[in-house]
């Protein structure tokens, strides 16, 4: 599989930076971009959306602990939401970032369709190759973003 191009990493970099700016009142800075082969273990919560068009594969957030607390708390407005929602608060705001990343994406040449959140279990099976993913940290927490994408051909 080929790795991502740099204006697709930045088509969502650029969009969790947004929706952490309007969803969480916080400033999101890149931290770091790697390879791997393994999504990060539970007790994060992993998130997965599959694109399909002119970009095809998953897009997965895994988001640590700290951080899903938080976007639970502020996508409920609560103060202390029970930990029972939070994989659906944190699916909830991959899905708004996935759908802010189409238009970037849209301007750079890929039409995409977006498909429904899948929440990840504690058994994360390895990756089958090496992976790109960016870390976006912010003072709740971290976000990694993991590209199994490639173009379409």
Same mark, same amino acid.
């Given at each position: $599989?080929?790795?991502?191009?740099?204006?697709?990493?930045?088509?969502?970099?650029?969009?969790?930076? !947004?929706?952490?700016?309007?969803?969480?009142?916080?400033?999101?800075?890149?931290?770091?971009?790697?390879?791997?082969?393994?999504?990060?273990? %539970? #007790?994060? &919560?992993?998130?997965? &959306?599959?694109?399909?068009?002119?970009? !095809?594969?998953?897009?997965?957030?895994?988001?640590?602990?700290? $951080?899903?607390?938080? &976007?639970?708390?502020?996508?409920?407005?609560?103060?202390?939401? #029970?930990?029972?929602?939070?994989?659906?608060?944190?699916?909830?705001?991959?899905?708004?970032?996935?759908?802010?990343?189409?238009?970037?994406?849209?301007?750079?040449?890929?039409?995409?369709?977006?498909?429904?959140?899948?929440?990840?279990?504690?058994?994360?099976?390895?990756?089958?190759?090496?992976?790109?993913?960016?870390?976006?940290?912010?003072?709740?927490?971290?976000? !990694?973003?993991?590209?199994?994408?490639?173009?379409? %051909?």
């Amino acid at each position: $599989m080929s790795k991502p191009r740099a204006e697709v990493i930045n088509a969502f970099v650029a969009a969790v930076v !947004r929706v952490l700016r309007a969803s969480l009142h916080e400033e999101g800075r890149l931290a770091a971009l790697q390879l791997t082969r393994a999504l990060d273990p %539970a #007790p994060s &919560i992993a998130v997965t &959306i599959e694109l399909t068009g002119g970009l !095809r594969g998953p897009v997965t957030w895994v988001f640590s602990p700290d $951080m899903a607390r938080h &976007i639970a708390n502020k996508l409920l407005m609560q103060e202390d939401a #029970p930990q029972e929602v939070f994989a659906d608060a944190v699916a909830e705001l991959s899905n708004i970032v996935a759908g802010q990343a189409t238009g970037p994406l849209v301007e750079a040449g890929y039409a995409v369709d977006i498909h429904p959140p899948v929440i990840h279990d504690a058994n994360r099976a390895p990756l089958d190759d090496d992976t790109v993913v960016v870390t976006v940290s912010s003072p709740s927490g971290n976000v !990694r973003i993991f590209f199994g994408l490639e173009a379409a %051909a």
